[in-house]
T-cell receptor, first 113, second 113 residues
């Protein structure tokens, strides 16, 4: 079984709809991250959480919100989806401390029409 | 603040040829440096990372990278390309005092038969 799972894997929705992307991990890591990937832009950090009570905005948090329901679960919500939020979204986890690698889920491809 | 620049959004080499993917970084403190690979329809996985133990870092699948402080570079190489190396490659940097990783824009590697 995968250590970091994301649901759904693909989603097509319409402008104005509320969308939730879910991430679960079995690695026992404290830290979890949400990124979006756009062609030519690499990965950009949306939100990150160092533990259940510590949630921080990344570089592109506008239009997104998150919830850390448990150590193993970190959800990303789009309250009112817009077409420029069409992207590939990745969840990642890591242990605490500098220099530690992040482990990525398989991604969710979101299309907003 | 940290940043990375990947030179060349697309690199194409012949099977058996040398692979060289370029990465330059900027960091005001000693950096941790990473190379990740993304195969089609998958998340990112770590190829190798530099944590100041040795300037030449060996990774998985025959890849290696050399940290050159004077050139602020961390180029990725492989002596002989294989068809299975076709993927997107991301260079990334993290400051010694932080857990966040800053990703470059990626380089897509194509292998010609």
């Amino acid at each position: 079984d995968a250590d970091v799972t994301q649901t759904p894997r693909n989603r097509i929705t319409k402008t104005g709809k509320r969308i939730m992307l879910e991430c679960s991990q079995t690695k026992g890591h404290d830290r979890m991250y949400w990124y979006r990937q756009d062609p030519g832009l690499g990965l950009r950090l949306i939100y990150y959480s160092f533990d259940v009570k510590d949630i921080n905005k990344g570089e592109i948090s506008d239009g997104y919100s998150v919830s850390r329901q448990a150590q193993a679960k970190f959800s990303l919500s789009l309250e009112s989806a817009i077409p420029n939020q069409t992207a590939l979204y990745f969840c990642a986890t890591s242990v605490g401390g500098a220099g530690n690698e992040q482990f990525f889920g398989p991604g969710t491809r979101l299309t907003v029409l | 603040a940290q940043s990375v620049t990947q030179l060349g959004s697309h690199v194409s080499v012949s099977e058996g040829a040398l692979v060289l993917l370029r990465c330059n970084y900027s960091s005001s403190v000693p950096p941790y440096l990473f190379w990740y690979v993304q195969y089609p329809n998958q998340g990112l996985q770590l190829l190798l990372k530099y944590t100041s133990a040795a300037t030449l870092v060996k990774g998985i699948n025959g890849f290696e990278a050399e940290f050159k402080k004077s050139e602020t570079s961390f180029h990725l190489t492989k002596p002989s390309a294989h068809m299975s190396d076709a993927a997107e490659y991301f260079c990334a940097v993290s400051a010694s005092s932080a857990s966040k990783i800053i990703f470059g824009s990626g380089t897509r590697l194509s292998i010609r038969p």
